[in-house]
Nanobody, 121 residues
């Protein structure tokens, strides 16, 4: 069974940095896109950034220029470097992988359990 495990969340002051990691476990042959979403209290989950297996990236306007997504295909791991954090970045951050091909079958979408990022003012 394919699982995503996130790490790296925590409490940081405004202007600070955090790096999130998400590792996919299981007998995985390939993953199409991986990404980070976030959900703040009382708000809908939104895309933060995504990256394809070929390295093409996409960012939400609100994080463009501050966050950087990267990926290690050999390790099935995706990272999110978050700089110049703002209080409005406070949310639970979820890792996502889509179109996963694994030994036990195909997965359209897999989600991590989420990691809390809190930015204090």
């Amino acid at each position: 069974q394919v699982q995503l495990v996130e790490s790296g969340g925590g409490l940081v002051q405004a202007g600070g940095s955090l790096r999130l990691s998400c590792a996919a476990s299981g007998s995985i042959f390939s993953i199409n896109a991986m990404g980070w979403y976030r959900q703040a209290p009382g708000k809908q989950r939104e895309l933060v950034a995504s990256i394809t297996s070929g390295g093409s990236t996409n960012y939400a306007d609100s994080v463009q220029g501050r966050f950087t997504i990267s990926r290690d295909n050999a390790k099935n791991t995706v990272y999110l470097q978050m700089n110049s954090l703002k209080p409005e970045d406070t949310a639970v951050y979820y890792c996502n992988a889509d179109n996963v091909v694994a030994e036990d079958g195909g997965y359209l979408e897999v989600w991590g359990q989420g990691t809390l990022v809190t930015v204090s003012s």
